[in-house]
């Protein structure tokens, strides 16, 4: 693989950057792939929930794909968790991050507040307030959050369940990550 020249950014050619960015579009093209590995990836292993964070992420999207959602929405359902292995704590901004170049506004906020949304659930059981969300009342997509965490986040840990399997998915996440970036375009926040 050929590598840039320089040791310090500040010292980056034009031809660097052609480089790089020939070899991030290779990178954008196969995201796909990566995330539906790292789905896959939830699938493995004990967890002590009833279902997998695989299945549960599989169940969000079959229930929003059953509701008439959006590709858009059934995608972020579908993603809405990927980063529980890797960002724990924070896992609803990892997800939103990964999402926001290729979705709404509105989608990427729903993904990045759902934890919050979610929280008024369970958080009781954590000594946390079940009410954070009210903190969001009144903003436009607020009831959208909500309808996503009680209708299929909530719901969506049910080993009776049956939602189809993660390749019945795959080509809407093809689809959407096949968009180009709305990050490097101009898009209105509410």
Excluded: N
Aim: a negative charge; glycine letters at 4%.
């Amino acid at each position: 693989m050929s590598k840039a020249g320089f040791t310090r950014i500040d010292h980056s050619t034009a031809e660097d950057w052609q480089l790089i960015m020939a070899h991030d579009q290779q990178y954008l093209r196969e995201l796909p792939e990566h995330l539906l590995r790292a789905l896959a990836k939830m699938g493995e292993g004990e967890q002590p929930y009833q279902v997998t964070r695989l299945e549960h992420c599989l169940q969000s999207a079959s229930r929003a794909e059953q509701a008439g959602a959006d590709e858009e929405m059934i995608v972020a359902a579908l993603l809405h968790d990927v980063g529980d292995e890797l960002a724990l704590f924070d896992h609803a901004q990892f997800a939103a991050a990964i999402l926001k170049p290729f979705v709404t506004p509105r989608t990427h906020w729903i993904v990045q507040h759902h934890d919050i949304f979610q929280g008024h659930y369970y958080w009781q059981h954590l000594g946390l307030d079940t009410d954070a969300r009210e903190q969001f009342r009144g903003h436009p997509w607020f009831d959208a959050c909500e309808a996503f965490c009680r209708d299929w986040d909530c719901p969506s840990f049910d080993p009776a369940y049956s939602s189809p399997a993660l390749e019945h998915f795959a080509p809407m996440l093809r689809r959407i990550f096949a968009r180009p970036p709305f990050s490097l375009q101009e898009t209105p926040a509410p």
